[in-house]
């Protein structure tokens, strides 16, 4: 897994890229809760580089989206492939989660 963040004036892209799993979780949600600590209120998180997520990856997406809820920021998601796609609508976060085709959609 790697996890880029580039800030700009009106938002934080975090692109992910590779798994998001119970071996790399942690470092996952500390690189999220860290953005986030940082104070930005829009927060792209670019998927189009990631190719599995496990229950423990959709526990972290959902806490940095609560995060941001109550700091009245905005959290969303773009260019998720196909099978990550299917595993947000059958979990039900599809409806949680402002998702985009792509980081251009997003911003």
């Known amino acids: 897994m790697n996890v880029t963040v580039t800030k700009s004036e009106n938002y934080t892209l975090v ?5 998001v799993d119970s071996t790399n979780a942690g470092e996952f ?4 809760l860290d953005v986030v600590a940082e104070g ?5 998180l ?8 496990s229950s423990t990856g959709l526990r972290i997406f ?6 941001m809820m109550a700091n009245n920021g905005h959290f969303c998601l773009c260019g998720l492939q196909a099978g990550i796609k299917e595993i ?10 402002k998702m985009f085709p792509d980081k251009e ?3």
């Not at 670019?46 to 997520?53: A, G, M, Q, R, T």
């Open 15 to 19: 692109s992910v890229e590779g798994r």
């Open 29 to 32: 949600e500390k690189s999220m």
């Open 40 to 44: 930005g209120n829009k927060i792209i």
């Open 46 to 53: 670019d998927c189009s580089e990631l190719n599995y997520i």
């Open 62 to 67: 959902l806490i940095v989206q609560k995060k």
């Open 88 to 97: 947000f609508d059958i979990s039900g976060f599809s409806s949680i989660f």
């Open 105 to 107: 959609s997003a911003i």
